[in-house]
């Protein structure tokens, strides 16, 4: 069996007096995308915070690809390959699509041939490619947020809530991108509330609640149990087909 | 050749570049259109401020930094001429080693600052610029025997910097060389990693870029393009003291000046200081004129006496941030 690319053991998160991440334990294979799923308030952002080091683990272990991050700064974990894409997509406004694009490329110069690619995935990139960020829709910025984070082969995208407040066109515009995304191998990890999103796309699934994590499996077989969705969710994916 | 020499940074507004090409065009030909030693004086000071609020952008409009020490590093450029030259006399060398002095202790304060005080949050770093600034403040009055006290210290430069014309031109082509310099430094790859840190700093770390590296950087090179600028002033006034460089009064002049030439532009930097330097010198002027003509109307010769030209250039700048609250610069570039 390979290692998995992240391996989570028993993290605990404290922010402030509040004890949000209360032992947290999953995995995420190697090359496939991971949904991480649950209710408002879970733990889901602030487990992706504890691997970026932007939230300092309390208790446990984090691995990226046999390497321990635990108690990593954040700029390191960036360093060994983990982009992270924020639930309020985090773009610089005052910079152009290009400038985003090269802060991001660490070797101060994005590879053509991935930025070709990275255009044909969101071509709004290109059309926009010297407009300033901040002047772009809620939509062009994500997926400028996104074309960001894959602007060099990552070995761990974290991605938090891809699709929030878009459009159903814009979705269907990311659900195609994801699907290029996973056909390059790259291992994701993806926080998600839209369930059909999370379901056309998720190999295996982490189920949150109250800080711990209470199911792990195939999306499959999760998108195939409606009792277990109501249980775990608190409603089944076939009452919203 | 433009394009290179301006680091592809154009005033992007042709009304900016109109103003930017008087104000370089008045001060490369100062001693000629402008003949006295008070215009020299003002152009001279106009030179250095230009550069001394450049430098300050960086870290405040680049950077998102705000520091209350620049005027501390201004202030050891001026010390570190006037204490050598007043020391070791009027030699070449004097002057490169009270330079050299100067760069080399305002990098090495600039640096331990900023790996020491950089990592806590924008409020405790102003907090711990001020009283590094205040201790050089209060130091620089006390050691009366090597700094003048609060005197300050008069000194002679070697015989060629005697020549106010060849004065005024290096002051000038150093601080335009610099000037071009903090430019190229704002629009290279650095300044678009300063400008990420300055919009979303957790972002900005999240990518991989190490905050406080950058902004200890930004720091030292701000810290020495002060620095320079003091070595000028110092050279152009043949004097330095605590009231032309290390006064907290010119720590809000450089603010004022920023803010009103356009925060995070280094033209607002031009304009900011031409703008303030000249209030500065000839607001008193304007205002005796006026006085003079509207002589025997009720109250308004009164108002506009010239002894009230600080009330009137407080009124400017009132009016400058109420209207151009993002800078002349970004008013003129909308």
Known sequence: ?241 | MLFRLLSGDFPRSRALTVVLIAILAGLALAPFIFPGTRSLNVAAKVAVFVLLVASYDLLLGYTGIVSFAHTMFFGIGGYGVGIAMAKMGASWGALALGIFAALALSLAIALAIGLLSLRVRAIFFAMITLAVASFFQILASQMSPVTGGEDGLSFRLPELLRERLVAYYVVLGVALALFLALLRVVNSPFGRVLLAIRENEFRAEAIGYRLVNYRTVANCLAALGATVAGVLYAIWLRYTGPDTTLSFNIMIDILLMVVIGGMGTMYGAVLGATLFVVAQNYLQDLMKLASGSLEGLPLLPALLHPDRWLLWLGVLFILCVYYFPAGIVGRLRR
């Open chain 1, 1 to 241: 069996m390979p290692e998995p690319m992240l391996a989570i053991a028993g993290v605990n998160t404290h922010i402030g007096q509040y004890h949000i991440l209360q032992g947290v334990d999953f995995e995420v294979p190697r090359g496939g995308l991971t949904m991480l799923l649950g209710r408002n308030g879970a733990g889901k952002t602030t487990c992706l915070r504890t691997i970026m080091g932007l939230w300092r683990a309390s208790a446990g272990s984090i691995r990226v690809d046999g390497h321990d991050i635990t108690r990593a700064a954040t700029p390191d974990v960036a360093q060994l390959g983990v982009a992270y894409v924020p639930e309020n997509m985090g773009i610089f406004a005052g910079l152009t699509v290009e400038e985003n694009l090269r802060l991001a490329a660490r070797a101060g110069e994005p590879d053509a041939s991935r930025l070709e690619w990275i255009w044909r995935l969101f071509p709004a990139m290109k059309t926009f490619w010297h407009g300033l960020a901040g002047n772009l829709s809620g939509g062009q910025k994500q997926m400028l947020a996104i074309a960001r984070a894959i602007v060099e082969p990552r070995r761990l995208l974290l991605v938090d809530e891809p699709t929030k407040g878009l459009a159903p066109a814009i979705i269907a515009n990311m659900v195609e991108a994801f699907r290029e995304l996973k056909r390059t191998d790259t291992t994701m990890l993806v926080v998600e509330q839209n369930f059909h999103f999370a379901r056309s796309l998720g190999d295996t699934v982490a189920v949150m609640d109250s800080g711990r994590i209470v199911h792990t499996g195939r999306m499959d077989a999760l998108a195939a149990d409606a009792a277990l969705q109501t249980r775990l969710l608190g409603l089944s994916l076939d009452a919203h087909q």
